[in-house]
């Protein structure tokens, strides 16, 4: 089955720091998400990136940024950490048919 | 654009009764349709998917969705509810497979004894 890592389950951030959540797929797959997930607002895209070192902007870039240097490796950035980015994080791959995304488990955010 | 309503953030139903989760889109070329589901403390899990082939779609753990052009819904339901079934369901419409998912905003399903 495929994998999709989430380096944290929970972090705790001041504003204004620097924010780094990395995202590891062992399927090989090309395609990879960042998507925030809110009670009441279900899931957004963040950003996503369809090869190494390529990236789109999804519905919410505003404040994020991402890195993919390496195909297994998708890291999203929040470069000064504000509040109202407290949220559920959650990263996903593509599979090769382009019809199924895999999930990580999330990464809950506290930004105080 | 694309979009997705889930109509309904909660539906409780018994133990073994029908569960009917809502689901309308919104979309400017034929759309692929999904659902996920996410139980507590996980990531989301593909259940089932429409692409164009037939319009009745089934899925894991008993679940199905029928395509309704006409009425532009992708209801997902199951003809008995188990208390396992308790998790949060997700619609999503793309208009590019599996690319770029829009996804509803959620309805969190209770089954009670």
């Known amino acids: 089955d495929v994998k999709v890592t989430q380096s944290s389950r929970y972090l705790v951030k001041r504003t204004g720091e620097k924010v780094f959540l990395e995202c590891v797929q062992d399927?090989?797959?090309?395609?990879m998400f960042w998507y925030r997930q809110d009670p009441g607002l279900g899931l957004r895209l963040i950003y996503f990136?369809?090869?190494?070192?390529?990236?789109e902007k999804g519905d919410i870039p505003e404040g994020y940024s991402v890195s993919r240097e390496k195909k297994e490796r998708f890291s999203l950035i929040l470069e000064s950490a504000s509040t109202n980015q407290t949220s559920m994080y959650l990263c996903?791959?593509?599979?090769?048919?382009?019809?199924?995304?895999?999930f990580g488990s999330g990464t809950q955010l506290s930004v105080l | 654009a694309q979009s997705v309503t889930q109509l309904g953030s909660h539906v409780s139903v018994s133990e073994g009764a029908l569960v009917l989760l809502r689901c309308n889109y919104s979309?400017?070329?034929?759309?692929?349709l999904f659902w996920y589901v996410q139980y507590p403390n996980q990531g989301l899990q593909l259940l089932l998917k429409?692409?164009?082939?037939?319009?009745l779609v089934k899925g894991i753990n008993g679940f199905e969705a029928e395509f309704k052009k006409s009425e532009t819904s992708f209801h997902l339901t199951k003809p008995s509810a188990h208390m396992s079934d308790a998790a949060e369901y997700f619609c999503?419409?793309?208009?590019?497979?599996?690319?770029?998912?829009?996804f509803g905003t959620g309805t969190q399903l209770k089954v009670e004894l």
């Open positions: 996903a791959s593509l599979n090769t048919n382009g019809e199924k995304l895999f």
């Open positions: 399927m090989d797959h090309e395609n």
């Open positions: 990136s369809y090869d190494v070192k390529m990236k």
């Open positions: 979309s400017s070329v034929p759309p692929y």
């Open positions: 429409y692409t164009s082939a037939a319009t």
């Open positions: 999503a419409v793309s208009e590019s497979g599996g690319n770029k998912l829009t």
